[in-house]
Nanobody, 120 residues
Framework: QVQLVESGGGLVQPGGSLRLSCAAS????????MAWYRQRPGKERELVAI?????TANYADSMKGRFTISRDQNTVYLQMNTLNAEDTAVYYC????????????????WGQGTQVTVSS
């Protein structure tokens, strides 16, 4: 009953920018960490960026200086700048969420993924 819905993916030329969004919905009491992962063709899924409830962000080394993660109450964003072909991947939203009525037990949820293609 808790869902993460992503948007903002698409085709962009090298050097361009995209902004991904992921909205959490359902009977939510609190959202702890939120994160973006990606899976490039033929590669394992990898962490892109993560942000805490208090707004502290961390990034994979290849993303620092180019990508920015941010959040509001129910939505996490990923601003991607200076994109290159190596950024082509399916990007997944992930969140640790405490549901209403569940006490303080947290569960991890995944979005469906959104395709980002960087090509001229």
């Amino acid at each position: 009953q808790v869902q993460l819905v992503e948007s903002g993916g698409g085709l962009v030329q090298p050097g361009g920018s995209l902004r991904l969004s992921c909205a959490a919905s359902g009977l939510i009491f609190s959202i702890n960490t939120m994160a973006w992962y990606r899976q490039r063709p033929g590669k394992e899924r990898e962490l892109v960026a993560i942000i805490t409830k208090g707004g502290t962000a961390n990034y994979a080394d290849s993303m620092k200086g180019r990508f920015t993660i941010s959040r509001d109450q129910n939505t996490v964003y990923l601003q991607m700048n200076t994109l290159n072909a190596e950024d082509t991947a399916v990007y997944y939203c992930n969140a640790e969420i405490i549901r209403l009525g569940s006490g303080m037990a947290a569960n991890r949820y995944w979005g469906q993924g959104t395709q980002v293609t960087v090509s001229s």
